[in-house]
Protein backbone atom coordinates (compact mmCIF):
# COMPACT_ATOMS: atom_id res chain seq x y z
CA UNK A 1 0.00 0.00 0.00
CA UNK A 2 1.19 3.61 -0.78
CA UNK A 3 1.25 6.23 1.68
CA UNK A 4 -0.45 9.43 -0.01
CA UNK A 5 2.32 12.02 -0.22
CA UNK A 6 1.02 15.66 1.37
CA UNK A 7 2.14 18.86 -0.08
CA UNK A 8 1.13 21.59 1.83
CA UNK A 9 1.58 24.85 0.10
CA UNK A 10 1.04 28.38 1.66
CA UNK A 11 0.43 27.79 5.21
CA UNK A 12 -2.24 29.89 7.05
CA UNK A 13 -0.33 31.04 10.35
CA UNK A 14 2.70 32.72 7.58
CA UNK A 15 -0.09 34.77 5.50
CA UNK A 16 -1.58 35.69 8.84
CA UNK A 17 1.54 36.45 9.93
CA UNK A 18 2.89 38.18 6.57
CA UNK A 19 -0.72 40.71 7.16
CA UNK A 20 0.42 41.23 11.30
CA UNK A 21 3.30 42.37 10.32
CA UNK A 22 1.86 45.00 7.51
CA UNK A 23 -0.82 46.23 10.54
CA UNK A 24 2.01 46.46 12.94
CA UNK A 25 3.77 48.44 10.53
CA UNK A 26 1.30 50.43 9.44
CA UNK A 27 0.49 51.28 13.56
CA UNK A 28 3.64 52.02 14.25
CA UNK A 29 3.51 54.78 11.05
CA UNK A 30 0.67 56.52 12.85
CA UNK A 31 2.20 56.06 15.96
CA UNK A 32 0.20 54.50 18.58
CA UNK A 33 0.34 54.48 22.07
CA UNK A 34 0.60 51.58 24.11
CA UNK A 35 -2.60 50.66 25.05
CA UNK A 36 -4.46 51.97 21.53
CA UNK A 37 -1.48 49.27 19.76
CA UNK A 38 -3.01 46.37 22.00
CA UNK A 39 -6.76 47.63 20.97
CA UNK A 40 -5.44 47.77 17.34
CA UNK A 41 -4.16 44.03 17.51
CA UNK A 42 -7.20 42.40 19.18
CA UNK A 43 -9.59 44.03 16.51
CA UNK A 44 -7.31 43.60 13.55
CA UNK A 45 -4.80 41.25 13.85
CA UNK A 46 -6.50 38.47 15.86
CA UNK A 47 -9.67 38.15 13.54
CA UNK A 48 -7.29 37.85 10.16
CA UNK A 49 -5.23 34.84 12.18
CA UNK A 50 -8.62 33.46 12.83
CA UNK A 51 -9.99 34.17 9.40
CA UNK A 52 -6.75 32.39 7.86
CA UNK A 53 -7.10 29.61 10.80
CA UNK A 54 -10.47 28.60 9.67
CA UNK A 55 -9.21 27.56 5.87
CA UNK A 56 -6.81 25.61 7.46
CA UNK A 57 -9.06 23.90 9.36
CA UNK A 58 -11.16 23.18 6.74
CA UNK A 59 -8.45 22.00 4.59
CA UNK A 60 -7.83 19.38 7.11
CA UNK A 61 -11.24 18.40 7.26
CA UNK A 62 -11.33 17.52 3.39
CA UNK A 63 -8.05 16.27 3.77
CA UNK A 64 -9.05 13.36 6.41
CA UNK A 65 -11.89 12.92 4.17
CA UNK A 66 -10.02 11.85 1.13
CA UNK A 67 -7.64 9.81 3.34
CA UNK A 68 -9.93 8.03 4.61
CA UNK A 69 -11.55 7.30 0.96
CA UNK A 70 -8.16 6.03 -0.50
CA UNK A 71 -7.78 4.05 2.71
CA UNK A 72 -11.15 2.07 1.77
CA UNK A 73 -10.87 2.31 -2.06
CA UNK A 74 -7.57 0.17 -0.90
CA UNK A 75 -9.24 -2.86 0.46
CA UNK A 76 -11.90 -2.98 -1.43
CA UNK A 77 -10.18 -2.44 -4.82
CA UNK A 78 -6.77 -3.63 -4.38
CA UNK A 79 -5.02 -0.21 -5.10
CA UNK A 80 -5.02 3.45 -3.78
CA UNK A 81 -7.06 5.90 -5.87
CA UNK A 82 -4.94 9.11 -4.60
CA UNK A 83 -1.23 9.21 -5.79
CA UNK A 84 -0.74 12.58 -3.88
CA UNK A 85 -2.88 15.78 -2.17
CA UNK A 86 -1.19 18.93 -2.17
CA UNK A 87 -3.65 22.03 0.20
CA UNK A 88 -2.81 25.49 0.39
CA UNK A 89 -3.79 28.16 1.88
CA UNK A 90 -4.21 30.84 -0.87
CA UNK A 91 -1.62 33.77 -0.71
CA UNK A 92 -2.42 36.84 0.74
CA UNK A 93 -1.00 38.73 -2.23
CA UNK A 94 -3.15 36.70 -4.93
CA UNK A 95 -6.58 37.13 -2.12
CA UNK A 96 -5.35 40.82 -2.56
CA UNK A 97 -5.35 40.51 -6.15
CA UNK A 98 -8.70 39.44 -7.13
CA UNK A 99 -10.39 41.56 -4.83
CA UNK A 100 -9.38 44.39 -6.67
CA UNK A 101 -10.19 42.58 -9.98
CA UNK A 102 -13.76 41.48 -8.69
CA UNK A 103 -13.90 44.80 -7.56
CA UNK A 104 -14.86 44.15 -4.05
CA UNK A 105 -14.71 45.83 -0.47
CA UNK A 106 -11.67 45.36 1.24
CA UNK A 107 -12.98 43.32 4.15
CA UNK A 108 -12.59 39.80 5.56
CA UNK A 109 -16.30 39.38 5.24
CA UNK A 110 -16.36 40.00 1.71
CA UNK A 111 -13.69 37.91 0.73
CA UNK A 112 -15.01 35.10 2.59
CA UNK A 113 -18.14 35.55 0.88
CA UNK A 114 -17.09 36.12 -2.60
CA UNK A 115 -13.41 34.44 -2.98
CA UNK A 116 -14.24 30.58 -3.10
CA UNK A 117 -10.52 29.56 -3.10
CA UNK A 118 -8.80 30.42 -0.24
CA UNK A 119 -8.62 26.77 1.14
CA UNK A 120 -7.55 24.39 -1.84
CA UNK A 121 -7.39 20.58 -2.03
CA UNK A 122 -5.67 19.15 -5.18
CA UNK A 123 -6.41 15.48 -5.07
CA UNK A 124 -3.92 13.38 -7.86
CA UNK A 125 -4.98 10.19 -8.93
CA UNK A 126 -3.64 7.84 -11.78
CA UNK A 127 -7.28 7.21 -13.56
CA UNK A 128 -10.25 9.27 -14.65
CA UNK A 129 -12.10 7.08 -13.14
CA UNK A 130 -10.95 7.29 -9.80
CA UNK A 131 -11.26 11.21 -9.82
CA UNK A 132 -15.37 10.91 -10.27
CA UNK A 133 -15.50 7.48 -7.93
CA UNK A 134 -13.89 9.78 -5.06
CA UNK A 135 -16.09 13.38 -6.02
CA UNK A 136 -19.07 10.99 -6.16
CA UNK A 137 -17.92 9.85 -2.25
CA UNK A 138 -16.96 12.91 -1.69
CA UNK A 139 -20.36 15.08 -2.02
CA UNK A 140 -22.82 12.29 -0.76
CA UNK A 141 -21.26 12.60 2.70
CA UNK A 142 -24.03 14.69 5.05
CA UNK A 143 -21.76 17.18 6.21
CA UNK A 144 -20.77 17.78 2.16
CA UNK A 145 -22.74 20.83 0.23
CA UNK A 146 -21.84 21.50 -2.83
CA UNK A 147 -21.39 25.26 -4.24
CA UNK A 148 -20.69 24.90 -7.40
CA UNK A 149 -19.32 22.24 -9.67
CA UNK A 150 -17.05 22.31 -13.13
CA UNK A 151 -15.89 19.85 -15.18
CA UNK A 152 -13.26 20.57 -17.16
CA UNK A 153 -12.14 17.52 -18.08
CA UNK A 154 -15.31 16.68 -20.13
CA UNK A 155 -15.62 20.18 -21.16
CA UNK A 156 -11.53 20.93 -21.51
CA UNK A 157 -10.24 24.63 -21.28
CA UNK A 158 -9.87 26.26 -24.66
CA UNK A 159 -5.80 26.11 -23.36
CA UNK A 160 -6.40 22.38 -22.68
CA UNK A 161 -6.21 22.68 -19.14
CA UNK A 162 -8.43 19.87 -17.07
CA UNK A 163 -9.73 18.92 -14.28
CA UNK A 164 -12.45 18.17 -12.34
CA UNK A 165 -13.52 21.65 -9.88
CA UNK A 166 -15.83 21.26 -6.63
CA UNK A 167 -16.58 24.19 -4.66
CA UNK A 168 -17.63 22.48 -1.64
CA UNK A 169 -18.59 23.94 2.03
CA UNK A 170 -17.33 22.16 5.07
CA UNK A 171 -18.08 22.71 8.55
CA UNK A 172 -14.96 23.06 11.14
CA UNK A 173 -16.12 22.77 15.09
CA UNK A 174 -14.27 25.40 17.33
CA UNK A 175 -14.66 26.46 21.09
CA UNK A 176 -17.93 27.54 20.97
CA UNK A 177 -19.17 27.70 17.30
CA UNK A 178 -19.21 25.41 14.33
CA UNK A 179 -18.73 27.52 11.08
CA UNK A 180 -19.14 26.60 7.57
CA UNK A 181 -15.83 26.78 5.41
CA UNK A 182 -15.78 27.04 1.38
CA UNK A 183 -13.02 24.84 0.16
CA UNK A 184 -12.23 24.60 -3.38
CA UNK A 185 -11.19 20.70 -4.86
CA UNK A 186 -9.50 20.32 -7.86
CA UNK A 187 -9.05 16.49 -8.72
CA UNK A 188 -7.18 15.38 -11.84
CA UNK A 189 -4.84 13.04 -13.23
CA UNK A 190 -1.06 12.39 -12.67
CA UNK A 191 -0.82 13.59 -16.57
CA UNK A 192 -3.05 16.32 -16.28
CA UNK A 193 -1.64 17.49 -13.30
CA UNK A 194 1.98 17.76 -14.90
CA UNK A 195 0.57 19.44 -17.94
CA UNK A 196 -1.32 22.40 -15.19
CA UNK A 197 2.17 22.70 -13.71
CA UNK A 198 3.97 23.47 -16.94
CA UNK A 199 1.41 25.42 -18.58
CA UNK A 200 1.23 27.50 -15.54
CA UNK A 201 4.98 28.66 -15.49
CA UNK A 202 4.26 29.30 -19.17
CA UNK A 203 1.62 31.88 -18.09
CA UNK A 204 3.62 33.60 -15.51
CA UNK A 205 6.66 33.72 -17.85
CA UNK A 206 7.13 37.59 -18.85
CA UNK A 207 10.28 37.81 -21.13
CA UNK A 208 8.73 35.93 -23.98
CA UNK A 209 8.22 37.36 -27.43
CA UNK A 210 4.38 37.07 -29.12
CA UNK A 211 5.36 34.70 -31.49
CA UNK A 212 6.91 32.08 -29.13
CA UNK A 213 4.05 32.26 -26.71
CA UNK A 214 1.93 31.59 -29.65
CA UNK A 215 4.33 28.64 -30.61
CA UNK A 216 4.44 27.57 -27.21
CA UNK A 217 0.38 27.91 -26.43
CA UNK A 218 -0.42 26.03 -29.46
CA UNK A 219 2.19 23.40 -28.65
CA UNK A 220 0.48 23.03 -25.47
CA UNK A 221 -2.75 22.57 -26.68
CA UNK A 222 -1.35 19.45 -28.65
CA UNK A 223 -0.06 18.25 -25.61
CA UNK A 224 -3.25 18.34 -23.58
CA UNK A 225 -4.57 16.54 -26.40
CA UNK A 226 -1.98 13.45 -26.85
CA UNK A 227 -2.01 13.50 -22.21
CA UNK A 228 -5.54 13.33 -22.71
CA UNK A 229 -5.67 10.35 -25.29
CA UNK A 230 -2.59 8.63 -23.18
CA UNK A 231 -4.91 9.06 -19.72
CA UNK A 232 -7.77 7.29 -21.75
CA UNK A 233 -5.67 4.32 -23.04
CA UNK A 234 -3.84 4.02 -19.72
CA UNK A 235 -7.92 3.38 -18.35
CA UNK A 236 -8.59 1.16 -20.57
CA UNK A 237 -5.87 -1.21 -20.09
CA UNK A 238 -6.17 -0.80 -16.31
CA UNK A 239 -10.39 -2.09 -16.86
CA UNK A 240 -8.89 -5.03 -18.68
CA UNK A 241 -6.83 -5.93 -16.24
CA UNK A 242 -9.07 -5.83 -13.02
P1 LIG B 1 -3.85 29.10 -8.14
O1 LIG B 1 -2.54 29.65 -7.79
O2 LIG B 1 -3.77 27.79 -8.86
O3 LIG B 1 -4.84 29.09 -7.03
P2 LIG B 1 -12.86 32.07 -9.69
O4 LIG B 1 -11.76 31.43 -8.87
O5 LIG B 1 -14.19 31.35 -9.51
O6 LIG B 1 -12.95 33.52 -9.56
P3 LIG B 1 -12.74 30.86 -12.20
O7 LIG B 1 -12.22 31.38 -13.50
O8 LIG B 1 -14.19 30.49 -12.15
O9 LIG B 1 -12.39 31.94 -11.12
O10 LIG B 1 -11.93 29.65 -11.71
P4 LIG B 1 -11.57 28.35 -12.55
O11 LIG B 1 -11.01 28.72 -13.88
O12 LIG B 1 -12.71 27.39 -12.52
O13 LIG B 1 -10.40 27.75 -11.66
C1 LIG B 1 -9.33 28.52 -11.26
C2 LIG B 1 -8.16 27.62 -10.87
O14 LIG B 1 -8.12 26.47 -11.73
C3 LIG B 1 -6.83 28.33 -11.08
O15 LIG B 1 -6.47 28.97 -9.90
C4 LIG B 1 -5.89 27.19 -11.44
O16 LIG B 1 -5.48 26.51 -10.26
C5 LIG B 1 -6.80 26.27 -12.22
N1 LIG B 1 -6.85 26.60 -13.65
C6 LIG B 1 -7.92 27.03 -14.34
N2 LIG B 1 -7.64 27.21 -15.64
C7 LIG B 1 -6.34 26.89 -15.79
C8 LIG B 1 -5.47 26.85 -16.95
O17 LIG B 1 -5.82 27.17 -18.08
N3 LIG B 1 -4.17 26.45 -16.69
C9 LIG B 1 -3.73 26.08 -15.46
N4 LIG B 1 -2.46 25.71 -15.33
N5 LIG B 1 -4.53 26.12 -14.37
C10 LIG B 1 -5.82 26.50 -14.53
P5 LIG B 1 -5.70 30.37 -9.91
O18 LIG B 1 -6.53 31.31 -9.13
O19 LIG B 1 -5.33 30.74 -11.31
O20 LIG B 1 -4.38 30.18 -9.16
Redesign the pocket.
Known amino acids: MTEIEFVNGGDAKQQADKVAKELVKFSRDINFDGEALLDFVQESIIPVEQFFANYTCAIMEIETKFKVLNEQFSLKYDGNPIESIKSRV?DYD?IIR?IIR?KLPHTLEAIEEN???IA?VRVICSFEDDIYRLAKCLLQQDDITLIRE?D?IQNP?P?G?R?L?LIVSVPIFLENEKKDVKV?V?LRTIAMDFW??L??KL?YKKDISPDKLEMLTKELVDCANVSASLDRRMQNVRNNII
Open positions: KSKKINDGKYKSYSHEQASEHK
